[in-house]
């Protein structure tokens, strides 16, 4: 199976530290409300819980780490990590929404995320039940302060 390029680097998924496969589908791009997205795709991870707790996650392979700026840009039911490189801006976007109050879990998800270093992830529970889990991947090559946030609403799995 192929693996996305995207102009940062090659889009990898794990599964804790084993690489898993994937198929990346090309996603339209509404050309009035986002013309400036130069890619847009949704990854689709299934998974079959054993009982363990698990942390599937995305890397760019290929970056080169000193000429990168990592942002987390999350919204209502969205965990977003943005890599900034020259005029590039990626934005990996996931769909969680946890919270955490006086040391309690409030979550409608059966899931946690992850911001890593390099990129995010899923944070899976003995208990999970969830069986896909999307990675929604947008970019631009020239991106400015007026249009970057149109990688953050391309990149959100539940606007997919």
């Not at 996603?27 to 991870?45: S, T």
């Not at 006086?102 to 529970?125: A, E, M």
């Not at 003995?126 to 609403?153: C, H």
Request: glycine share 6%.
């Amino acid at each position: 199976m192929s693996k996305l390029i995207t102009p940062l680097g090659v889009f990898r998924i794990f599964d804790n530290a084993v690489e898993l496969e994937y198929k990346a589908v090309k996603l339209d791009v509404d050309p009035v409300r986002f013309p400036d997205i130069n890619g847009r795709f949704k990854i689709m991870v299934e998974y079959e819980n054993d009982k363990f707790p698990h942390l599937i996650y995305c890397t760019l392979q290929g970056i080169d780490y000193r000429k990168v700026e990592y942002r987390n840009e999350s919204g209502e039911r969205l965990e977003c990590r943005s890599i900034y490189q020259d005029n590039i801006k990626l934005s990996i976007g996931i769909e969680c929404d946890t919270y955490y109050l006086d040391g309690k879990r409030i979550s409608s998800y059966d899931y946690d995320s992850v911001y890593l270093n390099n990129g995010i992830g899923y944070s899976i529970f003995p208990v999970t039940k969830s069986k896909i889990l999307i990675f929604g991947v947008a970019w631009i090559k020239e991106y400015n302060e007026i249009n970057e946030i149109q990688t953050w609403f391309q990149a959100d799995p539940t606007l997919m």
